[in-house]
């Protein structure tokens, strides 16, 4: 499975951007669809979760509240609409998909996109 994030942006601090995450291909519904940030100097950081096969989401604590994940299963794509941007928000921004029956709340995922540069000025 190949995913292909959409482009990023710059965007001043209150600001609100979506991203997009599409799948190469029609996926089973047990996969899980995940989007992990990563800021230079800091590991990698869980952002958020969803499964095609439902509208359960997961979310970190620091973005709960503010970003929102929602899948188009017609189109194989994921979004994930940030929302309240923060200068800490900014990071190479990450989808990732597992074809796992494991929680929402697991971090291991088997496919990976190339990122998309996400910016918040203060």
């Known amino acids: 499975v190949q995913l292909v994030e959409s482009v990023g942006g710059v965007v001043q601090a209150g600001g609100s951007l979506r991203l997009s995450c599409a799948a190469s291909?029609?996926?089973?519904?047990?996969?899980?669809i995940g989007w992990f940030r990563h800021a230079p100097g800091k590991e990698r950081e869980f952002v958020a979760a969803i499964r095609w096969s439902d509208d359960n989401t997961y979310y970190a604590d620091s973005v709960k509240g503010r970003f929102t994940i929602s899948r188009d299963n017609a189109k194989n794509t994921v979004y994930l609409q940030l929302n309240s941007l923060k200068p800490e928000d900014t990071a190479v921004y990450y989808c990732a998909a597992d074809p796992s029956l494991a929680t929402l709340a697991s971090m291991t995922y088997r496919y990976w996109g190339q990122g998309t540069q996400v910016t918040v000025s203060s």
């Open positions: 291909r029609r996926t089973c519904s047990s996969y899980r």
